[in-house]
């Protein structure tokens, strides 16, 4: 696996990569490699010929009393692992081959980028959308994978890709992949290194509350009462705070009151000590 960190170095790699037609994935990811991004990776293999994979902690995305700083760092053991899942060539620029001085321009995605972690991170899928189509642009995917663990996140960029026309559409272009969980339900996170031994413990009652939700709304129980049930357990498991724990339309994020046959979803962030965590999980359409 070749590792390039300028713009020339990308285009002269992916120009031998391509060779004579060959499919491209791109995985977008921040690093702090866990099985999580690894599962992209494994996808892309299974709808490409080769992935690329791209490590960069964007600024862009992170507000200004938010992680940026302390989100860990460790390119050499993330090589290793993309190596490992034969990974052929890593992006890793550093922030000024991204936003070189003078980079003015900002994509914003209205409406789906509003609600849920938009509404406490202000600013944040712009910074997203923005690194994104800059990825796209620069390594130019005949597939991209992203994970449902981010699911507004996937939203907004699917919209994005939508609007600006960047998929390719005869191969499939963006493609969701499902949460990948430790043993115990807590979603793989980089920031999941954050936590100390007890909110470890306690995240897990995350999950396993959305999880009780589920079951509730399953069994006909009013929406808003489930919701509320779902904070107090949060927080009952040890969490600070909840953003939000939200049942959505699946596509269109749109805040939900009763379950319907259309998709669903219920989403949840929510703070313990100094880390901020999200899961999502589908919920059971009404069966006609
Ligand atoms: P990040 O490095 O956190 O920006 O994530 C990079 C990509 O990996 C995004 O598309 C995430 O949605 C995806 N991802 C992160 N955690 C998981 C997980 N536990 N399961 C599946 N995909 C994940």
């Given at each position: 696996?070749?590792?390039?960190?300028?713009?020339?170095?990308?285009?002269?790699?992916?120009?031998?990569?391509?060779?004579?037609?060959?499919?491209?994935?791109?995985?977008p990811t921040m690093g702090a490699l866990h099985?999580g991004h690894?599962?992209?990776?494994?996808?892309?293999?299974?709808?490409?010929?080769?992935?690329?994979a791209s490590i960069f902690v964007n600024p862009k995305q992170f507000g200004p009393n938010e992680d940026l700083n302390a989100y860990p760092r460790q390119l050499a053991a993330d090589a290793?692992l993309?190596?490992?899942?034969?990974?052929?060539?890593?992006?890793a620029p550093a922030v000024?081959?991204m936003y070189?001085?003078?980079?003015?321009?900002?994509?914003?995605?209205?409406?789906?980028?509003?609600?849920?972690c938009?509404?406490?991170r202000?600013g944040h899928?712009?910074g997203v959308?923005?690194v994104v189509?800059?990825?796209?642009?620069?390594?130019?995917?005949?597939?991209?994978?992203?994970g449902?663990k981010d699911?507004?996140q996937?939203?907004?960029?699917?919209?994005?890709?939508?609007?600006?026309?960047?998929?390719?559409?005869?191969?499939?272009?963006?493609?969701?992949?499902?949460?990948?969980?430790?043993?115990?339900?807590?979603?793989m996170s980089s920031r999941n290194r954050y936590l100390?031994?007890?909110?470890?413990?306690?995240?897990?009652?995350?999950?396993?509350?959305?999880?009780?939700?589920?079951?509730?709304?399953?069994?006909?129980?009013?929406?808003?009462?489930?919701?509320?049930?779902?904070?107090?357990?949060?927080?009952?498991?040890?969490?600070?705070?909840?953003?939000?724990?939200?049942?959505?339309?699946?596509?269109?994020?749109?805040?939900?009151?009763?379950?319907?046959?259309?998709?669903?979803?219920?989403?949840?962030?929510?703070r313990i000590g100094g880390t901020r965590l999200i899961?999502?999980?589908?919920?059971?359409?009404?069966?006609?």
């Amino acid at each position: 696996m070749q590792t390039v960190n300028t713009l020339d170095m990308l285009r002269t790699a992916l120009r031998q990569l391509r060779g004579d037609g060959k499919l491209i994935a791109l995985v977008p990811t921040m690093g702090a490699l866990h099985e999580g991004h690894l599962t992209l990776v494994r996808r892309g293999h299974e709808v490409a010929d080769c992935v690329v994979a791209s490590i960069f902690v964007n600024p862009k995305q992170f507000g200004p009393n938010e992680d940026l700083n302390a989100y860990p760092r460790q390119l050499a053991a993330d090589a290793a692992l993309l190596e490992g899942e034969g990974c052929a060539l890593l992006w890793a620029p550093a922030v000024e081959a991204m936003y070189p001085t003078g980079f003015a321009t900002n994509i914003s995605v209205a409406g789906i980028s509003d609600g849920l972690c938009g509404a406490a991170r202000p600013g944040h899928f712009d910074g997203v959308a923005t690194v994104v189509c800059k990825l796209f642009q620069q390594v130019q995917p005949d597939v991209a994978l992203f994970g449902e663990k981010d699911f507004q996140q996937l939203a907004v960029i699917r919209a994005m890709a939508r609007d600006l026309d960047l998929t390719h559409p005869h191969v499939g272009a963006i493609i969701g992949v499902p949460t990948v969980r430790e043993a115990d339900g807590l979603a793989m996170s980089s920031r999941n290194r954050y936590l100390s031994p007890d909110q470890r413990v306690a995240a897990t009652g995350m999950p396993r509350a959305m999880q009780t939700a589920i079951a509730r709304l399953d069994s006909g129980a009013d929406v808003a009462a489930v919701l509320a049930e779902l904070e107090a357990e949060i927080i009952a498991a040890g969490f600070a705070s909840v953003d939000y724990a939200v049942l959505a339309d699946s596509t269109s994020l749109a805040p939900l009151t009763i379950l319907t046959a259309a998709p669903a979803r219920l989403l949840v962030a929510a703070r313990i000590g100094g880390t901020r965590l999200i899961d999502n999980m589908a919920v059971n359409p009404l069966q006609a």
